[in-house]
């Protein structure tokens, strides 16, 4: 205690560093990369330049999405995101359009040469229920293949039926729409 009768202030500890794991030798190891994570990114990056350049294939910007089902997670988050539905397989980019016949897009990206992983089992089943579905299912390595993939798709007509013909039918669940 101090003569005004407040303690004195504690200092906290310093923050633990994560400790680097060790090479054989006894070296630090380098921080693993997300090569497949960092080119889905400039995947991305490239469709949205591709919509404000006006591009066909940027029309695809806004319904296109990641399904986070990878990465390193403690087992206790794991098993919650389980519970809530994440399931092993499930291809990392999906394109909510109808085009060509397919009623949407499911896109498993790997990274370039030579940081490919090789595909899961259960991610080509994945695709392979995806396709029997009638979604168009692609293995894209690389960001130049999932370019061309993302152009092609884009190239194929749309399928969607037009606003006049569409009714939707309601099978239950809290009404979202307006009006």
Avoid at 34 to 58: C, F, H, I, T, Y
Avoid at 133 to 147: P, T
């Amino acid at each position: 205690m101090t003569n005004s009768g407040i303690p004195p202030a504690r200092t906290p500890p310093p923050p633990r560093r994560r400790v680097l794991k060790t090479n054989a030798d006894g070296s630090p190891r380098k921080r693993p990369v997300d090569w497949e994570g960092n080119e889905q990114a400039v995947l991305m990056r490239w469709l949205l330049g591709e919509k404000m350049r006006g591009e066909p294939v940027g029309q695809l910007y806004d319904v296109t999405y990641h399904v986070p089902n990878g990465g390193q997670r403690s087992k206790s988050t794991g098993a919650a995101m389980k519970r809530q539905g994440v399931k092993s397989g499930v291809s990392d980019l999906v394109v909510m359009d109808a085009r060509g016949g397919w009623f949407g897009l499911y896109m498993e990206f790997k990274a370039s040469p030579p940081h490919t992983a090789a595909l899961a089992e259960s991610q080509r089943e994945w695709l392979a229920q995806a396709e029997n579905r009638g979604f168009c299912a692609v293995l894209a390595v690389g960001l130049e293949e999932a370019k061309a993939v993302l152009r092609a798709y884009a190239s194929l007509p749309s399928t969607r039926p037009g606003r006049e013909d569409y009714r939707p039918i309601n099978i239950g669940g809290t009404e979202w729409r307006k009006g």
